[in-house]
Structure formats: C-alpha cells, structure tokens
C-alpha cells in the first residue's frame, strides 16, 4: 500500500479527503475540530494541498487553506514559513510530529494549529501507517561499510585509531571550551548581556590576546561549567535551549542569593519561571501540582526584579521521542541542583585541589561523580510534566551514565584548558591521564553500532575508545570519508 515503506502524502491526502478520522480531533489546548469541509485539492505546483476548506475549532468556524506533511519539521524544512502562498492556511494536518510542537507560524506571523492526523485516524488506518513509519525508521539506521571486512584487522590496530581518535575529540573540546571562555570573559569586561549572537563579537575581540591573569575570576569558571553542563543535560533535543537558559539564569544573577537557605529553590523557581515550561492554564491541576506551581511563582515574583534577562516559550522545547527521565523538567531539577552545588560546594576550587595535589585518579573520580549524579527528589520525584503523575517514582534525575558523560565531554576538558592556561602542566598531565584511564558506565546507540562493525568487544568501555569511536562515526562514517579513514584505507585496499 505505502511502497518501499516510504510515507506518501498522497496517502495522508486520501485520508483528509474521505475524512478516515475520528470525529473528536481536538488541538492542543483541547478544543474540538471539526472538519465541515475537506476543500479541493490544488492542482498548481505550489501552494497549500487543501484549498478553500471550512474547519470549526472551538466556536469559530474559518475558512481557508490546508497544507499536509509527513513531518512537523517539513513546515520549515519546506519554507512553508516564509511563503506568502501558506498565509491562508487555517490547519497544518501532520504524520508524524516529531517536534512535539502544536502550532506553525504563516508567513506574516499568524498561529495556525498543528494536529497529528495518527492520534486520531480509524484503527485499520492507523495500524498500517504505524507499522510503515515503524519500517521507516528501521531503514534509517546507518550501516558501517566496512563492517563485513573489519575482522580482518588486528583488535590492536583498530583500538590504536580509536585512541588517536578519542585524544583529537578531547582536544577539539578543550578549544572549544576556551574559545566559550574567552567569550565570557570579554562581555564581562565590556558589561554586554546575554544572550549575545555571534556577530557581536567585533574584530577587537577575534585580534585579541588574552592574559592569564584575565581568567583569574572564578565566575567565569563558574559560568561556563554551568553553561555546558546544562547543554550536556539538554542531549541532542534541548540542548541549545538549555545553554540558552543558563546564558540567561547567569551565575551573575544566582550568585546574589548564594546566602539564601532556600538557594536550590530560588534557582528552580528562577529557571522553570524563564524557561517558560510553566503551563499557562491552572484548570484542572491536581492539589500538589498546585500548590508546587504556587510556591514557584511566589519565590520568582520575590526575585524577579533583580532579573534583567530573556525569558523563553513552551515551544522551544522539545518532548517527542524522548525518554520521560530525559524530559527537560526533570534535566531542569537536576539542574538546579548541581548549579546550586557549584554555588555553594566550591567545586571548581575543590577540583582543582584535586588535580594539583595529585590525589588518587578514584577519589577523584568519586568526587566529580558525586557533584554530578542527583537523587530525585520533590515534585519531580513523580512527575515528568506538570499536568500527569508518573506511574513510577524517579530514581535520579541524573544518574551515573549522565554524569560520567559531562565529566568526559565538560568537566576534564575545562580543567584541562585551566591548567594549561595558568601553566601547571603537571594538573594538566594528571587530567589527561584520568581522561585516558577513565571507565565510563555510559550507552549510546552510535558506539554500539561501531563497537558491533568493529567486532570490539567491551573496548566503548573506555572513555578513550568510547570517545574515539563518536569521532570515527561522525568525522568519518557519515561523511563517507571511508578512504580518509585509517580502517577503511586497509580495509578497502585489501577487500
């Protein structure tokens, strides 16, 4: 019915305009939808699908346009955005929304609602578009070429690589943790606030030569820490957002109430009050959702007026397709909590204690574990979103793979970077050391999938290797770099 598993929208045509939906499509702020008439479909090369169509949603009933895509994302991807034609549109009718988003946004402005047309298709329907989307997306996944002749290298030559690999990934981050660094530093001096896009960074700043002695506050140490940390909790989906947040939030505004007992609460009230996560409507909450909400709104209405930042909407965040444990209200908990460690622990100077004294890799590792990993606890202890309790209690809201995951991709390569900074190149040593010994408890689908097409066995348990094989993947692998690649130039020479 689909061939070769590819979704048409052709089929998705099929369905609007024979109406093989239920009768109770509802948008996301559950008014009803219903669909009076289909509209014809335009014939022309451009344009909307569905044209002249009546929809009632709530009480209104609009006349005007319909576009079908596959994805939410096609909106964009497709520049139905930035296209006059799409201005009439009145409903965006979608096969899968990816996104979790439940509007678009026309051309001149206007909000139009996004309904994924799966929710509510009748069940023969809906269990043949499911299984095609299920096949989809197994046809995704990428294959390794050289997987069929990788065995024929010897486990030492791969692991060499993968070493070589692990060291240029951990090196590109230490750049990149200066280069965020120095950024920091400069709008410090020149009193700019966050959040600041690329250009304002004036050819002053890129001639620059910076001084040791310019790294001396330890804010700024603090600021970037906490900056990368929560793009490391925010995972692929959030994680630009979360950064954002923490721009935002600055250690410049939590560190006014490092003396407050209710620290940890301030900074939760303060990142889900900006974030904006919190729902706008109140109906319908249970009595402890209620009284969580209330007691965030009051601390922030307490604290707001020293803010002078940003403030962001629901829709720049994104749920579909995550793990709850990974939904960004239960990253922003823990977040909350770790940022309040790095207030009040003295983490940064402790840290760097560690490296200079040279105490034992394990101690070390113990304690950079034990700043990261957050037990659940509160509200979130039971709830992934404000407006449902979980079935389940939550263990942590980060737990020890999360943790060993920003200690090798934030917390090493931004002590690296200070050492080498302040010229101590005996903690530099002693950081690269850890990170080149470290054992990780982590899983990622990408390093399966080359530690499988490798035919190593255990060896993504080192963080060395681990790291190394994200870099082959994504500089080699996925860029069909198979010649540059030193696996894939003997593989291919001898196949």
């Not at 906490?226 to 957002?241: P, Q, R, T, V």
Request: some cysteine.
């Amino acid at each position: 019915m689909f061939g070769n598993t590819k979704i048409q929208e052709k089929i998705l045509y099929e369905i609007w305009r024979e109406k093989k939906f239920s009768d109770n499509i509802r948008t996301a702020d559950d008014d009803i939808i219903e669909v009076i008439d289909t509209g014809e479909v335009n014939k022309d090369s451009g344009g909307p699908d569905f044209l002249d169509a009546r929809i009632k949603i709530g009480n209104i009933t609009y006349r005007g346009d319909v576009e079908i895509d596959i994805w939410h994302s096609d909106w964009k991807a497709h520049g139905h955005y930035l296209d006059k034609k799409y201005n009439k549109v009145i409903l965006h009718i979608v096969l899968n929304n990816e996104r979790f988003y439940p509007y678009v946004y026309t051309q001149d402005g206007r909000k139009v609602n996004s309904i994924c047309l799966t929710d509510f298709l009748e069940d023969s329907y809906a269990e043949a578009i499911k299984k095609a989307i299920l096949s989809e997306r197994r046809n995704r996944s990428f294959n390794m070429p050289c997987k069929e002749f990788t065995e024929k290298i010897p486990d030492k030559d791969k692991l060499k690589l993968l070493a070589e690999l692990g060291v240029e990934r951990f090196k590109q981050k230490e750049k990149r943790m200066f280069a965020r660094l120095k950024e920091i530093v400069y709008l410090k001096r020149m009193n700019i606030r966050e959040p600041v896009v690329r250009y304002d960074f004036d050819e002053e700043f890129h001639k620059r030569k910076f001084s040791p002695e310019e790294f001396n506050d330890p804010l700024v140490w603090q600021q970037l820490t906490y900056e990368m940390i929560f793009e490391a909790l925010g995972y692929s989906k959030n994680k630009d957002i979360m950064i954002r947040l923490a721009k935002a939030v600055n250690f410049d505004f939590l560190i006014q109430f490092k003396e407050r007992k209710n620290l940890n609460a301030i900074i939760e009230s303060a990142l889900f009050n900006v974030s904006g996560l919190i729902p706008g409507k109140l109906s319908e909450l249970d009595d402890e959702t209620a009284e969580y909400l209330r007691k965030l709104v009051q601390l922030w209405t307490e604290v707001k007026d020293k803010y002078d930042g940003p403030y962001f909407t629901q829709e720049k965040w994104h749920f579909f397709k995550l793990r709850p444990q990974n939904f960004p209200t239960v990253r922003l908990a823990g977040g909350s909590v770790i940022t309040s460690r790095l207030i009040n622990d003295r983490f940064m100077k402790k840290n760097i204690d560690a490296f200079i004294q040279g105490k034992d890799e394990k101690a070390i590792v113990t304690f950079l574990r034990n700043l990261i990993i957050v037990k659940a606890d509160g509200f979130w202890q039971k709830h992934y979103v404000f407006k449902k309790k979980a079935k389940e209690s939550i263990n942590y809201f980060v737990g020890l793979s999360r943790a060993d995951e920003i200690i090798i991709n934030v917390i090493l390569p931004i002590m690296a970077v200070y050492f080498e900074i302040f010229s101590n190149e005996d903690a530099a040593r002693r950081v690269k050391n850890l990170y080149l010994n470290y054992t990780q408890k982590s899983s990622n689908q990408i390093v399966n999938q080359v530690a499988e097409s490798l035919h190593l066995h255990n060896a993504d348990s080192k963080s060395i290797y681990y790291q190394g094989m994200i870099e082959l993947f994504r500089h080699f692998c996925v860029k069909e770099k198979c010649l540059e690649c030193g696996i894939g130039k003997e593989v291919f020479d001898t196949a």
